[in-house]
């Protein structure tokens, strides 16, 4: 009977699972429907964001999931400007594990959030690049059921702890042919991305020695 419960409160919270404001009611009710609630809230939440406080609060949350090393680069490096507990109580979930999606905006909007927006062009560029490859490497090491994803950075991010397996689950995966893109990086996440079904090119404007080795073993 406690199954079917559960399974009963899955269905009947993801029906919700757009409506923020009323699942995390729910979630306040007792442990289980906390548990069922924060998974279901926490599989795409960029998507139900709403105002400043909401998004402020959203990557509040995400930089205090970081690891010790990384808020201690953080705050040597002077990058953020929100108020961050850098808390070493662990928290109550690992609601990072719970996504399915990563948004291409997500820590670009970080940047904009929490970098101080006074700082010249290259001061921001070099922060936002600690920034983002700290996010990244949270992202990469936690989130095991990403099966879409937007390869909109300059990192190397199949070099990353975690990275074999993370990049194993994807089934789509969008490549934006920046500058920075080469054959070496195109190679690396051919390596490990096996199971690519659908493969987008994006701003492809320039020859790439290697795109087309990396489609055709990729897919």
């Given at each position: 009977?406690?199954?079917?419960?559960?399974?009963?409160?899955?269905?009947?919270?993801?029906?919700?699972?757009?409506d923020s404001n009323s699942l995390y009611s729910c979630i306040l009710v007792n442990s289980l429907w906390c548990m069922i609630g924060v998974q279901?809230?926490?599989?795409?939440?960029?998507?139900?964001?709403?105002?400043?406080?909401?998004?402020?609060?959203?990557?509040?949350?995400?930089?205090?999931?970081?690891?010790?090393?990384?808020?201690?680069?953080?705050?040597?490096?002077?990058?953020?400007?929100?108020?961050?507990?850098?808390?070493?109580?662990?928290?109550?979930?690992?609601?990072?594990?719970?996504?399915?999606?990563?948004?291409?905006?997500?820590?670009?909007?970080?940047?904009?959030?929490?970098?101080?927006?006074?700082?010249?062009?290259?001061?921001?560029?070099?922060?936002?690049?600690?920034?983002?490859?700290?996010?990244?490497?949270?992202?990469?090491?936690?989130?095991?059921?990403?099966?879409?994803?937007?390869?909109?950075?300059?990192?190397?991010?199949?070099?990353?702890?975690?990275?074999?397996?993370?990049?194993?689950?994807?089934?789509?995966?969008?490549?934006?042919?920046?500058?920075?893109?080469?054959?070496?990086?195109?190679?690396?996440?051919?390596?490990?991305?096996?199971?690519?079904?659908?493969?987008?090119?994006?701003?492809?404007?320039?020859?790439?020695?290697?795109?087309?080795?990396?489609?055709?073993?990729?897919?």
């Amino acid at each position: 009977m406690s199954h079917l419960v559960e399974d009963c409160l899955r269905i009947i919270f993801t029906k919700l699972q757009y409506d923020s404001n009323s699942l995390y009611s729910c979630i306040l009710v007792n442990s289980l429907w906390c548990m069922i609630g924060v998974q279901i809230l926490w599989k795409n939440p960029y998507e139900t964001l709403n105002n400043r406080n909401q998004y402020n609060k959203f990557f509040n949350t995400i930089i205090y999931l970081l690891p010790a090393s990384s808020k201690k680069l953080l705050n040597e490096n002077n990058v953020v400007t929100l108020s961050i507990p850098f808390s070493t109580n662990k928290p109550l979930f690992n609601y990072i594990s719970f996504s399915s999606k990563i948004s291409s905006e997500l820590i670009y909007n970080m940047g904009l959030a929490l970098i101080n927006e006074v700082l010249n062009s290259y001061e921001y560029q070099e922060k936002y690049k600690i920034l983002e490859q700290e996010i990244y490497k949270l992202l990469i090491s936690n989130c095991k059921n990403i099966t879409d994803f937007n390869w909109f950075t300059t990192l190397p991010l199949y070099q990353y702890p975690g990275a074999s397996t993370f990049f194993s689950q994807l089934r789509t995966l969008d490549i934006e042919c920046n500058q920075s893109l080469d054959s070496e990086k195109l190679l690396g996440m051919a390596q490990i991305c096996q199971n690519i079904e659908i493969l987008k090119i994006w701003y492809y404007g320039r020859d790439i020695p290697g795109l087309i080795f990396y489609a055709q073993i990729s897919v």
